[in-house]
């Protein structure tokens, strides 16, 4: 667990490109060259290179094999250059070509806006020259790298941009997390009487602003954006851990041998490098926040496996209710989730739990309950609302639900 941590608060300053190519083999001897220079994504496809280049503006430069699946490097080229992001239309474009390519066709690729050119012959100290001169091409040089060996504490302990978290996961697309269905089962057969005597853990995340994504940009990118985020937790966990899908847009590791200090400790990372930064969403800058629940049997009874999620999840809750990115491993008498009103509990929880049928036949009693909210806003934004009206009209749509007012 301590390996997986330092993972996480480690930031190293170097450059990111992403590796595009349909072969794993060359996608791995490009990243075997490059690893210990630059901070690689490796991709297959030419779709999800677009992808992952408009989620994240961190990348440097693409080198990219000339028939990636999906979308052909040239195509791909084409797109990034009439981009209406000035980022995308600048970016180095690199193409991996083979020995015998001739001059004409390369001409015609500068054309076109191929930045360079390297070879898959090439071996690692020419690979690197090749790419120095395309990064500095009047012969200037960063400093040198010792600091990646033995980092000062301050860059240790920077925060990941969201936009690196985003992007920093398993290339390997058959990599992803459990069905719900499958997880579950996982979840019901989970032993929690380890004989080697190690604490189980288990850590629920959810995205805070997950509803306004999907409001904003559509459903699609709000999937686009939750399949990344679970690629970075799975490049985080152990063999030994599982992660999988929960109900609506929560994801799970069980995690062994880690105790609830450590599995808070792993959440605060997370929440903490998700709110760094932003990314950039069709030209829009967005903020990720997430929520996190933890329990362990290092300090939580549970039964059963199930019994210890559903302690990680009801923890979650609580982290979102009382605001949103942070991590809950505790019980907080003082969060709305806990209020003794079991009207306003109802309400907070179908708002956490985004239960919209839940609300509508509540909808006089709820909206009660946030007549005080609606004040608020009337006064600050000058919306020129009947309260008066409004509060009569929810008090008898209150009574017809059973609500004594």
């Not at 052909?72 to 015998?100: C, E, K, T, Y």
Request: hydrophobic share 40%; glycine share 6%.
């Amino acid at each position: 667990m301590q390996e997986r941590l330092d993972k996480m608060e480690k930031m190293e300053t170097i450059r990111r490109l992403l590796v595009l190519d349909n072969s794993r083999v060359v996608r791995a001897t490009l990243s075997k060259h490059l690893k210990d220079d630059f901070e690689v994504i490796e991709e297959a496809s030419g779709e999800s290179a677009w992808q992952t280049l408009m989620l994240d503006s961190g990348i440097s430069a693409v080198i990219s094999g000339v028939h990636p699946l999906k979308l052909d490097a040239h195509d791909l080229l084409a797109r990034l250059r009439a981009s209406s992001i000035r980022r995308l239309r600048d970016i180095p474009f690199i193409l991996v070509v083979s020995d015998l390519d001739n001059k004409v066709e390369r001409d015609a690729d500068r054309a076109s806006g191929v930045a360079g050119f390297i070879t898959k012959t090439m071996n690692k100290a020419a690979m690197l020259a090749a790419l120095d001169g395309f990064f500095h091409p009047h012969g200037e040089r960063e400093p040198a790298r010792e600091s990646k060996v033995s980092p000062p504490a301050e860059a240790a302990m920077a925060p990941l941009a969201p936009e690196l978290l985003l992007e920093r996961a398993a290339p390997d697309e058959a990599g992803k997390p459990q069905s719900r269905d499958r997880f579950n089962s996982v979840l019901t057969t989970l032993p929690l009487a380890d004989p080697l005597g190690e604490p189980v853990c288990i850590v629920v995340f959810r995205i805070d602003n997950h509803a306004a994504l999907i409001e904003q940009f559509g459903e699609e990118i709000a999937v686009m954006i939750d399949a990344r985020f679970a690629k970075l937790l799975m490049s985080k966990i152990g063999p030994r851990d599982q992660i999988g899908h929960c109900f609506g847009d929560r994801l799970a590791i069980v995690s062994h041998d880690v105790d609830l200090k450590q599995g808070e400790r792993f959440g605060k990372q997370v929440c903490r490098s998700l709110a760094s930064g932003q990314i950039t969403i069709r030209g829009q800058k967005v903020k990720l926040t997430a929520s996190v629940g933890v329990a362990s049997t290092s300090d939580d009874k549970a039964s059963s496996g199930m019994e210890l999620f559903t302690l990680a999840d009801q923890r979650l809750n609580q982290a979102f209710v009382c605001g949103g990115n942070t991590v809950a491993i505790e019980y907080k008498a003082d969060c709305p989730m806990h209020c003794r009103d079991k009207q306003t509990a109802r309400l907070v929880e179908a708002l956490v739990k985004q239960q919209e049928a839940v609300i509508r036949v509540n909808v006089g009693s709820f909206g009660l309950k946030i007549l005080p909210v609606l004040r608020a806003l009337n006064q600050e934004l000058a919306l020129g609302l009947s309260l008066s009206e409004i509060e009569q009209q929810l008090k008898q749509r209150a009574r017809s639900e059973g609500v004594t007012v």
